[in-house]
Each structure stands twice: as C-alpha cells, then as structure tokens.
C-alpha cells in the first residue's frame, strides 16, 4: 500500500499571501489529522476529519482552515501567512477516529518570508 | 506546566546501552503513543498502547495507567536508533493527540 503522501513538500511564500496543502492519506484510510511541528513549540494538533466532517479543531486561529473530501484527500489552508506560519506541517491518517495508530506524511516545509 | 512531559531533553549513549526514556501525562487518554522522527521530518509510530507492555524488535514500551506514566526502553543501542522520540497522550473521542517536546537521542559508535 502506498503511504501517506503529502504536496508540495517545500513552499516558499510571503507574508500576506494564502497557501493550499494538500495531503492523500492510505487507501481505506478514513481520518485525516493535521499537525504544526516548530522548533518552540513542537508538534501542535491543528484538526481532525472523519468522512468529510471536522471532528477536531486544535487551538489556531480562524486563519487556518481545512477541508476533507469524499475520497478522503484532505486539504489545509491558511490565510494572511505571517512570519510565524514558518513551519513543518504534517498529515497523518488512521483507520478509525480518535485514538487508531496513525500514518504521517512526508510533511510540507512551509517557510514565510 | 505541559499536559505531556519527556525527561531527558536530550540523551547521548555509546552503542550498546539501554536507554529509557520517560512521558508523564495529566491529560486523559485512551491510549498513549511513542514517534520516532528521523532528521527530514519523516514520523513514524512506533506504539500505541493503553495498558501493560508492547515489545517490537529492540523497542519496549510499558506504561501505568494509575501513575499516568509511561517508558520506553530500548535495549543494545545502535547509531541508527539516533532520532527524536516523541511521546503522545489523548486520541479517542474528542480528544485530540497531545505531544511531549521530545527526546532528542544520539547513538555514538
């Protein structure tokens, strides 16, 4: 089976701008999670979908979004990028929802210049 | 204080040690998750458990529910175990995965 797969996997943008990633979980794969990894503040949990429905949303604000579509793909945007935005973001997909082992993706390395 | 603590921040080993590495939790979970991150990025997990003892290979992960706590050992260190483990509490219902800052190890031959 293919893993999870993750584009672009490098994105330079700057301030002000909108970025779209996009992340492919494992096929039969029903939940997308979404993660913010940064050298200060680590791994930080951004949001949940279950068949196309957000279970979760982690504590950023409105400016990042996300969506999950029938096939399971899930997209993340955000908005406004500021200079703090800079950082690794992460798809990873499980089976189930909640607590399934999950599957993380390559990563996005978005740098806001 | 953070919901999900790590000791060490940072290990040195020679190869060939045991090395443990310790999560403590306060949040409530339904189960308790090891990463390993390699320098790139790339996650994997390596357990998820909610009770008693996982072994894989080298790798041993234990925790007890009571004190909120859980370890995870692995035996004859190798320079490829060098990475950064990461544990992870909550998961289940709508509780999402909270992460320990992690252990940054380092196998020396």
């Known amino acids: 089976k293919a893993g999870v797969t993750q584009t672009p996997r490098y994105l330079i943008k700057t301030r002000g701008q909108q970025v779209t990633l996009s992340c492919s979980p494992i096929?039969?794969?029903?939940?997308v999670s979404w993660y913010q990894q940064t050298p200060g503040q680590g791994l930080q949990f951004l949001f949940e979908?279950?068949?196309?429905?957000?279970?979760n949303k982690g504590n950023f604000p409105g400016r990042f979004s996300g969506r999950q579509f029938s096939n399971s793909r899930s997209e993340m945007n955000v908005s406004t990028l500021e200079l703090g935005d800079s950082a690794l973001y992460l798809c990873?997909?499980?089976f189930g929802q909640g607590g399934d082992t999950q599957y993380f993706g390559p990563g996005t390395r978005l740098t806001v210049l | 204080k953070n919901e999900v603590e790590q000791s060490p921040q940072n290990l040195t080993a020679q190869e060939g040690e045991f090395i443990t590495i310790n999560c403590s939790y306060s949040v409530g979970i339904s189960a308790l998750h090891w990463l390993q991150q390699h320098p790139g990025g790339g996650i994997v997990s390596l357990f998820m458990l909610s009770s008693g003892k996982k072994k894989h290979g080298r790798l041993i992960a234990t925790i007890n529910i009571q004190e909120k706590h859980s370890s995870l050992h692995i035996t004859a260190s190798h320079p490829r175990d060098s990475a950064v483990y990461i544990c992870a509490a909550g998961g289940g219902g709508n509780t999402p995965l909270v992460f320990g800052k992690g252990t940054r190890l380092s196998v020396i031959a």
């Open positions: 979908y279950f068949s196309e429905t957000q279970r």
């Open positions: 096929s039969g794969h029903r939940s």
């Open positions: 990873a997909s499980s």
